[in-house]
Every structure is written in C-alpha cells, then in structure tokens.
C-alpha cells in the first residue's frame, strides 16, 4: 500500500492469541506459543462478593449514597463487563476528606514504630493477593497480565516494604520535618495501582492521610486496596478511595481542608490544578507526561537495543509509567541496521487478551486512545514518513492497534512534538553528539531518556547533558522505591521514590499549616502597569515631610540605583527612577524603576550566562561566593549604618544582620561541594546514581523582613548550586503594592503556562536568623532536581 509520501508495509506478524494450531501434528510442526489463559476465579469471586456494584471506599468501609450515577467498568480486551462503580459528587469528596482529617490526628501521632508495623501488616496482606491485585489490573487496563505480574506487583511490594523501614526510622533521620495533614492523591488511568502506591506509600509512612480520586476507566484495583488497609488492621480513614471523573479532581485539591495535591496524569489536568491551586498555599507535585528519548550510538550493541525498545513497546501501551511511546534517535551510520532489527522483533510480537500470559501487547484503555494514536500516525504518514505495522488480524473485540515504527517524520510533526499513547516507535536519524543532545533537548518535556553505548565515558557524558529527571544507561524501565523518579521542564515537578521524595509530604516543624484563601485578580492587568505613587519601603513613617527633595536632607553626592545584569549596571528602559526614603522620611536615594523590557533583558541575559556558570566545578562557585563574603566584609560598617537607617532599627540589630549575612554567605558557599549526589541503594545489579542538578533561570521575589538576610539567604543557594538568578530584592523594587500573599498567588498561578516549579511563602513570615528557617535542606532542595541515572553491570557475574 502506497502513502502519499513513502511506503506503508504491513507485514505479517505473530498470530493474534487464540488463533493457533488446531491439530495436534499443526502444534508439533508449528511449534508455537499456544493460549495459556490466567485464572479469575479470586478477582472474580471478589467482584461476586460486591455484587459487582462498588461504590466509594471512606473512613474504612463502603459508601454507596443515593442519587449518584453509575459507570460500567469494562475490559478494553473484550468490551466484557466487569462491575459498576459510582460517579463520585462534591459531598462524597467532603466525607472523604472529613474522615482523613479525623483519622490524621490520632495516625500523625503514632510512635513511628506504630505506624511501620501497620505498613508491614498492608505490605503482607497486599502479598497474599497478588494474584487478584494481578488479574484486576489487565481486566480493567488492559495490561498484559505477564507485566502486572512480573513488573507491577513486585514494585508495589518493594515500595510498601521501603516506606514501610521510613516510618520506622523518620524520628531519627527526618528530624525537625513533620507532616503535612490530608493529601490528595489523583491517579490516571494508565498504571493506576503503581501510581497509587508511588503516592500513598509515602504520605502515610510519614503520618498523613490520603485521599485518593481514581479515573471511571481505572478503579477496581484501587478498591481492592482502600479495602485490604481496613482488613491489615489500618486506622479508619487514612486511605480513601472516591471514584469518579476529572471534574472532581479540581473540587478536591481546593479543598480547605487538603493540604497538599500529588497528582499523576495529563499535562492539561496538571495545568489547570496549578491554576486553581494558587494562593491556597497547598503542596502540590505534577508527575505528568512527555515523550522518552532513546539515544543509540553507534557505539551501541544493537540487538540489545532493539531488544529493549521492543519490551518497552509491547509494556502497556508502550507507556513509560507516566510518559508516552518513546522517540528513538539513532546514529545515521546504525540507523539502517536497527531499523531492521526492529522489524524484525516487531512482526513476532504477539496482540491479543491481556489475561493469556503469551500475550505481548494488550488492548488500548479506551477507543478515544485508539482513535488518536491512529490519528497520529496518518498524518505522520501524510507528512511524508514511512509507516511499518506488523500486521496480522487482530482480535474482534477491544481497542487493539499492531505495533508500529515511523521512520523519518519531520522534526516538527505532531508524532515527535506531543505525547503519543501506544505501541509504536518514532525513529529519527542523527549525525553527532551535540546533534543528538539537541535534538533530545529540544522537546518542552523532560521525565526519562535513555542511553545505548558500549562507551561509558559517553553515556555519563550525555546522561549529564540531558534534560530529564532519570536517565537509564542500557537499559530500559528501571524503576526502585529507593531511586527518585521525577520529571523537569513540563514534565512537572516532584519527585517519587527515595529520601527526596519523602520531602513531597512533609514540612520543617517550625512551619505552621497554611490553610489561605486565594484572592480575585485579574492574572493578565496585575503587575501591567506601575503604582502612581512612591512604593512604601520598610520603616517608612506614616506622615513624611512633604516632597522627596527637600534640599536640607538631599545627600551632596546624588545617590541613584540602577539595575544590573548581564554582568553591567544598566539605566532602566522606562528612564525613571523611583525615591527611597528611610524610616523618617528623609530621602536616602533612587531606584531604577525597572519594567517589563527590563525584566526581559535580565532573562536574556541569565540564559547567555546560564550553561558557562553551570559547567563551572562546585568548587570555583564556591570560590566566587567566598569573594562575595569578602567584600561584604568590607563594607560591614556601611551597610550596618544604611540598614539602621532603612529600617529604624538600632544599630546592634543592624549588625546582627549584616553579620549573619555574612555567616550565610560563608554557609552556602562551604555547603557548595558537600551535597552533589549519592549512590541509591536498589535491586539493580549495577549502580543508581542520585545527581543533584541546577534547574536553570530562576526568579526570586524577597520578602520584606529582613531585607539584606532574605536576600543572602535566597540568592546564595540558587547560586552556588549552578543556577543562573534574577532576583528582585525586598519592596525597594518597584512591584504592585497588593500584597505578598497576591504576589505568591499570581507566580503560582503564571507557572501553570509552562509547568514552571514555584516556591512561596503566601504571607508567611519567616525567621530569617534562625538557621533552620534561613538555612535548612529546603533551600537546597528548591535550588536543585534530582537526576537518577541507572548503570547496569553484567558481563562477568551478573548470572
């Protein structure tokens, strides 16, 4: 069959399940896999005991309320179904959330011994059905039930048993954190139940309550689990389970009661939680999609490569737990050669029921998948690439789709730009290295890449380079309850999985829960235009003298600000300055009154300066900001003096900062080489390592306390640890005169445009001299993501 740009071969493939050999002499001749059905009889006979009628799972048993609709859980495999569950309402996500909150007060107090053997219990239990947790997940997804077996469950088991050892030890090695209250957990359709436990395991090790909101199309095994807490002897309502639509996840997550929101899905989704989440002051981490680069050199053992791409397709829907299909860049000089191999391991994949353990690729979730997968790959095929499916009929019932490669799309093709959900491949030629970087770069997402080389010293090199949050080295979907899994860019923010990811539920002791309510703003005027009158600086008496330029108090040298970047001082665009008066009222100097144009030159100029500063070694950054302690060394006396000024304090107070200042500077910039990474202890044999990696241009608002220390305390650690800063510091800048807790509310809610991560105070007030509170892990954690990248070993021992 001929496409208009290229030729479409379908060729045969392995015979779809269920079509063997119908006599015995046909099986020995042929010698092929025949049917090896799984057994439902405990899935079923737990569906039987519901009456195949579930509704929500709160404060330890079922609810069914009245005047709710139904949805028919169906298989994707067979259209068979399955059971019906409820439409959840906003008064079922006020129950679940009520019972979570009475069930934190008694959980978050347990000795921390207390709450591991409860995890132990779940982890137990969870063991003893294995089978049933199994055959629910490929009923209701679709997934092979090979994978659920053999992948899914023993990393749900890993995660119980890890989380469960960070309760028993958090008194000892989380000390000075507490945890954050009720947590929202939303859950997509595609792994459901590894999700769900990626987020539960966590939040209940380190003493919060759960509520989690499963998708209509994914619900069954997320029951089962609400349902085996209650029967491991778990406390009433801290884990709950309401089923129902997207519609609910907004409903939940504002909820004043909630204290923080980790969800898992759809970009679209994540971006509208960032939006209606801003100003509330909620804890919020976005595991969200995006597509995987796979880098093979030429360098690379190519069968292994195909071998592993191919796994990767014929996982549930070719999806990388939380990621679309993955896009294969290969080296022009191999690129021929793999293409063959992968044809070649495609055409013996074999489609069909999820539940026959021979089957290799399962149904699609829904039709609505299937529909734009092939929507995808028609117009890739319009656009001129050519289509290989390994094509063989394929069963008569479920949304199942041949596997596919897509050779030589266009860089700008919907096929390689967005997320594709399903098992086909898109494969890209490329030159060089820098060429292959760029291109893995280039995609707004950043999750997970791949590697494939026999040259180490390459694969670290461009592990190091990519811009994603785990990189695996030869190899594919390596995943571990010790190793952190998180995604950059607009893959989101947050991370699953380690020590870092305990930090997603937890907060400093010192920080009380912040239960705010966002203000009304109109997002596109605020901070479009600049206040009339002078900005108020802190200190600033109510009835000053009339006039900023009385000439008894005029300095006789003019004192006048103007704003820098891009290594220089620069005149601001707008050509006007704003007074400064200090805690009298007197005129002390001018400002650049700096603008929109400004703001972008900064910007411009923070992106020039950003890969030269991160290439720079720990130690060099450490070096620049001793020489910045040096020279506030040097002006202590000055600044002591304009600071007692400024802000009407006393002179000691005065030093006090200036000196404490200075200690943080000495602080950091010793902290610099102590924290870049660690070896994860996992399953793996080979080596997982935790790099801690800048997250590029940042933006840094100062609060008003404090003003100088704030300043250090923020711009230091973003330095030091290789970021690039444009830093606004304290209300002497000229910023709209609403608030901070308005201020916090607009970042947070501008960043949902491109998924940019956010740290805010929402008009809370910090103790900027405590070392804990100015000081403690969490700065370094805002300044820095968790890389993980996976080396495997195995040409000596590794059998």
């Not at 069930?103 to 982890?123: G, I, K, M, V």
């Not at 395991?201 to 689990?225: H, K």
């Not at 050199?297 to 993955?326: N, R, V």
């Amino acid at each position: 069959m001929l496409g208009p740009g290229g030729r479409v071969r379908r060729e045969p493939m392995a015979e779809s399940v269920g079509a063997g050999p119908a006599s015995v002499r046909g099986i020995y001749e042929a010698l092929d896999y025949g049917p090896a059905r799984e057994g439902v009889g405990p899935a079923q006979a737990w569906l039987d005991a519901h009456g195949r009628s579930l509704g929500h799972f709160i404060d330890g048993k079922w609810s069914k309320p009245e005047g709710r609709e139904t949805w028919v859980c169906k298989s994707p495999a067979t259209g068979e179904s399955l059971a019906t569950t409820l439409q959840g309402q906003q008064e079922d996500v006020e129950a679940a959330v009520q019972a979570a909150t009475k069930a934190f007060e008694n959980w978050s107090q347990l000795p921390c011994h207390a709450r591991a053997r409860h995890l132990y219990n779940l982890t137990r239990m969870i063991q003893k059905h294995q089978n049933t947790f199994t055959v629910l997940e490929s009923l209701d997804t679709g997934k092979p039930v090979t994978e659920a077996r053999v992948c899914d469950m023993p990393l749900i088991v890993r995660h119980c048993y890890h989380h469960a050892g960070w309760a028993q030890l958090m008194g000892v090695e989380m000390r000075g954190w507490e945890p954050l209250g009720v947590v929202s957990a939303i859950i997509p359709s595609g792994s459901p139940l590894v999700l769900l436990a990626w987020k539960v395991c966590p939040a209940l090790a380190m003493g919060n309550t759960v509520v989690a909101l499963v998708p209509p199309t994914a619900q069954l095994s997320a029951l089962l689990l609400a349902e085996l807490c209650d029967q491991a002897g778990l406390p009433s309502g801290i884990l709950n389970v309401i089923t129902g639509a997207e519609a609910l996840a907004g409903i939940l997550a504002t909820h004043p009661a909630v204290d923080a929101v980790a969800f898992a899905g759809s970009a679209e989704l994540g971006r509208s939680l960032r939006q209606v989440t801003a100003g509330l002051g909620k804890r919020l981490s976005l595991q969200l999609g995006g597509r995987t680069p796979v880098l093979i050199f030429e360098s690379a053992d190519l069968d292994s490569a195909a071998t592993g791409l191919t796994e990767t397709l014929s996982s549930h829907q070719g999806l990388l737990l939380g990621g679309g299909a993955p896009l294969v860049l290969v080296q022009e000089a191999v690129a021929g050669a793999l293409v063959q191999r992968l044809k070649a391991r495609l055409g013996a994949l074999r489609v069909g029921e999820a539940l026959d353990r021979t089957t290799d690729v399962g149904g699609l979730v829904d039709e609505v998948w299937r529909a734009a997968l092939q929507a995808h790959v028609d117009e890739a095929e319009a656009e001129g690439a050519e289509v290989f499916q390994a094509w063989a009929a394929l069963p008569a019932q479920g949304s199942y789709y041949p596997p596919t490669l897509i050779i030589g799309a266009d860089t700008t093709s919907r096929c390689i730009r967005e997320e594709v959900f399903g098992p086909v491949l898109v494969v890209l030629p490329f030159r060089t290295t820098k060429e292959a970087i760029a291109l893995a770069n280039s995609t707004p997402y950043g999750l997970a890449a791949s590697v494939w080389t026999e040259k180490l010293p390459l694969a670290m090199e461009v592990a190091c380079s990519l811009q994603v949050g785990t990189v695996w080295i030869n190899g594919q979907r390596m995943y571990d309850a010790a190793a952190s899994f998180g995604g950059c860019k607009e893959s989101g923010f947050g991370c699953n999985g380690g020590k870092e990811g305990l930090y997603e539920y937890m907060r400093p002791s010192w920080e009380s829960r912040i239960h705010s309510r966002a203000t009304d703003m109109n997002y596109k005027t605020f901070a479009a235009s600049s206040s009339a009158a002078p900005f108020p600086v802190p200190g600033q008496a109510k009835d000053p003298p009339s006039g900023p330029t009385q000439e008894a108090h005029r300095p006789s040298v003019d004192r006048t600000y103007k704003l820098y970047y891009g290594g220089a001082q620069k005149r601001p665009e707008g050509l006007s300055s704003r007074p400064i008066l200090d805690s009298t009222g007197h005129l002390m100097a001018y400002i650049a009154d700096g603008s929109a144009k400004d703001i972008r030159n900064a910007v411009e100029a923070a992106h020039k300066a950003a890969p030269w500063w991160r290439g720079r070694s720990a130690h060099a950054r450490a070096q620049v900001l001793f020489y910045v302690a040096e020279n506030l060394g040097l002006r202590q006396m000055e600044l002591t003096a304009e600071l007692a000024a400024l802000m009407g304090v006393t002179p000691e107070q005065a030093a006090q900062e200036v000196e404490l200042s200075l200690e943080r500077l000495f602080h950091w910039a010793a902290s610099c080489d102590k924290h870049g990474g660690a070896l994860q202890d996992t399953p793996l044999y080979g080596t997982n390592l935790l790099l801690r990696e800048p997250l590029g241009v940042l933006g840094i608002v100062c609060p008003d306390e404090n003003p100088l220390l704030s300043f250090i305390s923020l711009w230091a650690p973003a330095v030091v640890w290789g970021n690039a800063v444009i830093i606004i510091p304290s209300q002497r800048y000229p910023l709209p005169a609403l608030g901070l807790c308005q201020g916090s509310q607009l970042m947070e809610w501008a960043s949902a445009g491109n998924l940019k991560r956010t740290w805010v105070n929402c008009g809370a007030r910090r103790h900027w001299e405590d070392p804990a509170q100015g000081a403690g892990e969490e700065f370094l954690s805002q300044a820095t993501y968790c890389k993980s990248i996976w080396v495997p070993m195995g040409d000596v021992f590794a059998s």
